[in-house]
Structure formats: C-alpha cells, structure tokens
C-alpha cells in the first residue's frame, strides 16, 4: 500500500523506538509547511489534527465537489488499511445535518464528526475518534473548528491560484484577441494570429488551417519563410489537424498519463518529421460548426503544462467566430451567395432546425394548393334598384296647389287622383266664355233675321273664338286634376307641406314606377369594369330583404366613368330575371355578378398587383 506524506513520520517514529511524541510533531509540522499538493496537505492536517486531540485519537477526513459532493475519504489517521464505518457514519450524518454530530457520549468510543465550510459553503466533514474520556465535547469541537481554519486557507489559496490562472489566460486571449481585430483583411489576421501566439507562447511554429471540403488546408505559418518550398510540412500539418477536428478534441502530443485516449498518429509523425518536443492541436469553432485548427510545436525537451493547455483553448475559443467573420467578407459576392444557399439547404435537409423546415413544408403546401385551388370571380357593385318605366307628373300650368293624395311610398291605381290644383279662376273664366258665347249667339240670330250679312260673319266668328276659348278652358280644368298614369308606386314627392303654394308650370309633381317591372342600377368600381359585359349573371342582395337573392342579368355597359364618394365608378344596367312582391324602387344593395373561375391566388391578389405595378411606374424612372 503506498504511503501517504503523514504515514511517513507515524512510520519512522515506530521504527525508531526512541523518539517520543516531541519528534513526531515536529515532523509533521515540517511536512505541513512543506506541503506540495492538496493532498499532502489535507493528510499531514489530519494528523496534526488527530495529535492536537490526544495521543489515541483516529481521524478520518472526506471531501468532495463544495455543496453537491459525493463526499469521499482523502485521509485517514492512522493509516491501518480500512475505514472506521462508525466514522463515516457520522460524518454522513453531519453532511446532512450541516452541524456538528457526536456518537457514544460518554463512552471509550466517542466520535464526533465537524463539517468544513468556507464562506458558507461546504467542502467536506472531518470525523475524530477520542477514547479519553477526561476531554469534554464541547473543547473537542472548539480545536476542531479552530483546525478547520487551515482548511479554509488551503481553499483560498487554491482559489487565489485558479483566479490568478484564469486572469492569465484572459489576458492573454484578450490581447490576441486585440491584434486580430487591428486587421479587417482574412489573410492579414491569420498571419498575425499565428505569429503573435508564437512570441507569446513560447512555440517554435504556429499554424491555423481552416476546413474546405472536409480537409483541413493550412492558411497561415508563423516563420514561414519558404512556406511554398516545405509541402510535406504543409500536408502533416493539415493531416494532424484533421485529427483533432474528426475527434473533436484537444490533441497533446506526447499525452499526459491522466488524458483521456486520443488517436495521435497524426501528431506522432508530425513531431517526429519536425524533430518536435511536443504538438497541441485545438479545434476551432463558430456558431456551433468546426471550421479549422490552431496547430502549436515546441522542441524536444519542452511539453506544454496543463495551464498553457488551458490558456491555447481560451485562445481558440476566441478567435473561432471573429476569423470565420473575417473569412466570410474577404469572400467574393457569388461565393457568398453560393454558400449562404448550400447553408440553407443544409439546414434544411440535415437534422436539427424543426421550425424551419416545419416553415418550409407549410410554404411549400400553400404553394401547390394556390397553383391548383380555384374558385368563382364575381364583382361585387353597389346597387340601386329602379322601376324599368318610371313617370314624372308636372304641374301642367301655373297655379295653386289646391289638395294633395298621395306622396312618396303611396302604392296607387290607373287613374287614380294624386293632387288637384285650384280651378276658381278657371271655372269662372269659363261662365264669362259661357255667357259671352250665349250673347253672341243671340246677336248673330238678330243679324240674320235683319239680313246683314256682314255684320252675322263678324258676330259668328266671334262666337267661334269663344267656343274656341272655352273648350281650351275646359281642358284646363280637366287637367287640375293630377291622376297616376298606370298602377305602381310613387317613387317621389311629398306636397303635404305645399298645399296652397303657388306652382310653376313644368314643376315636378310626381315620380310614378310600375310594381312588375324593375331594372338595377350597378356601380361597377373602374378596376373592375373591363370585366363586366352583356348578358352576364349575377345575384342581388337588397339591405331590406338580405336574405332573399334576386337573380339578374346585364343589360348594358355605360362607356362613360362618374364619380363620385371618392371614386370612379361606371355605370352598369340589369335586368331582375322575376319581380318581388315586396321589392320597391329606391332599394339599395349589393350586386355580385358572375365572371368566370379563376385561380384563387389570382382572385385574391390581382388587384394588389395591379396597384403595386401602377405604384412603380409612377415612381420608377
């Protein structure tokens, strides 16, 4: 069994025979200011540990991962070979509990277990077995926590060196990071890159190489004078860094006994042909992909430590993403275009990217069901509907309106009386004409009996004008009375407000529209126009009855554009195929006429490319 650095003194003192317990602790105070490692140094503080507690006292110290452990022994005092079970059961119990646990109060076998904490976290337990009795518990606990001190600064220390390291390798991946910044060219960075991390490491050669269908190819050299005349060179240094990059790992030539396996060959010809102490080669990476390798050699006799191991990764780390940016823009415009595609369709066909091609699919779905989808076109216009005959009643002489019967909505009969204006003046323009005609009948009978005949074709000429006035007066007075020209319905006018009021003649009375016959006005939008024509069909929807489709067909097309709401419009003319009970002339709706089946992609984005090509040629030069 090998021996720890305090079974060496325990060891020596029991072969001595002659050295008291003077001797022992001054050894292992020299050992513990001595101290190499963690480990040597938790051993010899145990033991120390156990001898400040009394000559027969056994010790047994676990240690693990701060607060997630397993917790596991590092050190046991005396070292006899086994685990004191008791021990561990106490220190156990002590992890669990985060305070101190004692077992066998007051017995030959008293164990008690104290748990290590810096800065509140815990790193282990260490568990005594004191078999005097005169030693109180609590005194006990009181050197165990006072030891537990020494622990806190192995701690520290080894905090203080791994912060001190990773400052290192920041700075040193800052400052390399910094010279490849200072250059915007690919090629410059490389270069720079390789010969930096040269000087600053400590290497005989640098090299990167990035990968170009699946090979690792060499950009850039550090000292490379006669780079072109060394092609072997060239060639094992790319073989070696495919190695790295095929396993994806961290390649150290020679390899340190506690690295994990690697597949070194490359690396073992690489140093022997360059006569090479020891290789490192470290994958780089951006975005996720390898993209190359940093390659450093040293000459025989000089390896690379663990930290400089650590420092070359922290390097590689950072420059990955800002070369693989810098090769990317040095790239000419058709590469990038070819790459970006390559890269798209990659993700689109390799694994990974769910979304994307979950994405793609559905494009590809709507794409083929709007080349194959169809469906009916229709225009839909505002609509008016209109009787098919509509007559206008004028007051047919000036006057007074002297009664009204019926106004706009009035359903009414052939013949029907609508209004009456007033007839007093005619009527007694008619007794004057009357009584005139009577005397001048008389007179030309007196002219005939006395025989003058000049005088009789005078008076009878007058009696014919007379007959003449009358019968036109007569006509007036039948034409006072407004009558409905057929049955229908009054489209307009309402002369319950004008009774009494004077009239002009001409004025517009009455709007009178059959009930059988009806016509419908469309207003046909000026983008939609070029694809209306005669004896199309369509639908009507009227807002007072939305339920009930009227079915028409167009009549004709008015050449001429009116405006009007903001808009262009033309004026189209149906025909309703059957009339409707409860239809009237004044309704308004929505008219869909019938084009033809078309695309439904068509249908649903021809008037937004219409728009967009005017747009652009209105603007474009």
């Known amino acids: 069994m090998t021996q720890t650095p305090a079974d060496q003194p325990q060891e020596e003192f029991r072969q001595s025979g002659r050295a008291g317990y003077g001797m022992l602790d001054q050894a292992l105070w020299s050992r513990f200011r001595d101290a190499d490692s963690a480990q040597s140094y938790l051993a010899v503080w145990l033991a120390l540990q156990c001898r400040q507690l009394g000559a027969e006292v056994s010790g047994a110290l676990l240690m693990g991962e701060p607060e997630i452990g397993p917790f596991s022994p590092v050190a046991i005092w005396p070292d006899t070979g086994s685990e004191n079970p008791d021990m561990l059961d106490a220190a156990q119990q002590a992890v669990k509990q985060r305070r101190g646990v004692v077992l066998a109060e007051g017995s030959s076998e008293r164990i008690l277990a104290q748990p290590l904490t810096v800065q509140g976290r815990l790193y282990g337990v260490v568990a005594v077995q004191v078999a005097d009795q005169s030693l109180q518990t609590i005194d006990l606990f009181r050197r165990l926590q006072w030891g537990a001190g020494w622990i806190e600064v192995l701690t520290l220390r080894e905090q203080g060196e791994l912060d001190a390291e990773l400052r290192e390798r920041s700075a040193t991946a800052f400052d390399t990071l910094a010279t490849l910044l200072e250059h915007s060219r690919f090629d410059e960075a490389c270069n720079a890159l390789v010969g930096d991390l040269a000087s600053r490491l400590d290497c005989d050669t640098v090299s990167v190489g990035f990968v170009r269908h699946r090979r690792c190819r060499v950009k850039a050299l550090s000292l490379s004078a006669g780079f072109g005349k060394r092609m072997s060179l060239v060639r094992d240094i790319g073989v070696a860094m495919d190695e790295a990059i095929d396993q994806n790992a961290v390649i150290l030539y020679p390899a340190p006994e506690e690295w994990e396996y690697r597949v070194t060959r490359a690396h073992e010809e690489l140093a022997e042909s360059r006569k090479a102490g020891a290789v490192l080669t470290l994958p780089l990476q951006a975005h996720g992909d390898l993209i190359g390798a940093l390659t450093f050699e040293r000459s025989r006799g000089e390896n690379f430590t663990p930290g400089e191991v650590e420092v070359c990764d922290a390097v590689a780390a950072v420059v990955g993403p800002i070369l693989d940016d810098r090769r990317a823009n040095d790239r000419a415009l058709p590469v990038k275009i070819y790459l970006s595609i390559v890269t798209q369709l990659k993700r689109l066909l390799g694994p990974g990217y769910f979304g994307r091609k979950l994405a793609t699919l559905v494009v590809v779905a709507l794409v083929l069901f709007f080349s194959v989808a169809k469906d009916d076109y229709s225009v839909s216009a505002p609509a008016l509907v209109q009787g098919t005959v509509q007559r206008t009643l004028v007051a047919p002489f000036g006057g007074y ?86 049955d229908g319905v009054v489209v307009s006018g309402d002369l319950t407000q004008s009774v009494g009021a004077s009239l002009e003649r001409g004025e517009e009375l009455f709007q009178v529209a059959p009930l059988d016959s009806y016509r419908v006005v469309l207003e046909v939008d000026e983008r939609d126009v070029q694809n209306i024509a005669p004896d199309q069909r369509g639908i009507l929807r009227v807002s007072a009855m939305p339920e009930t489709e009227l079915p028409y067909s167009i009549e004709r097309v008015t050449p001429m554009a009116t405006q009007g709401e903001g808009r262009n419009f033309f004026r189209v003319e149906a025909l309703l195929d059957a009339g409707n009970s409860d239809l009237r002339p004044g309704m308004e709706g929505v008219a869909r006429t019938d084009i033809d089946r078309r695309l439904l992609i068509r249908i649903w984005g021809e008037k937004t490319l219409n728009w967009i090509r005017l747009a652009l040629w209105r603007w474009l030069p």
Request: glycine share 2%; proline share 1%.
């Open 401 to 486: 309106l002297a009664a009204q019967y019926a106004r706009a909505g009035d359903l009414v009969e052939n013949g029907q009386v609508l209004a009456v204006l007033d007839d007093r003046e005619l009527t007694l323009e008619r007794l004057r004409l009357i009584t005139a005609e009577r005397q001048s009948q008389a007179e030309y009978d007196r002219a005939l009996a006395e025989r003058n005949r000049a005088e009789s074709n005078i008076i009878r000429a007058q009696i014919e004008q007379a007959r003449a006035q009358l019968a036109l007066v007569e006509e007036q007075l039948a034409r006072t009375r407004i009558l409905a020209p057929f």
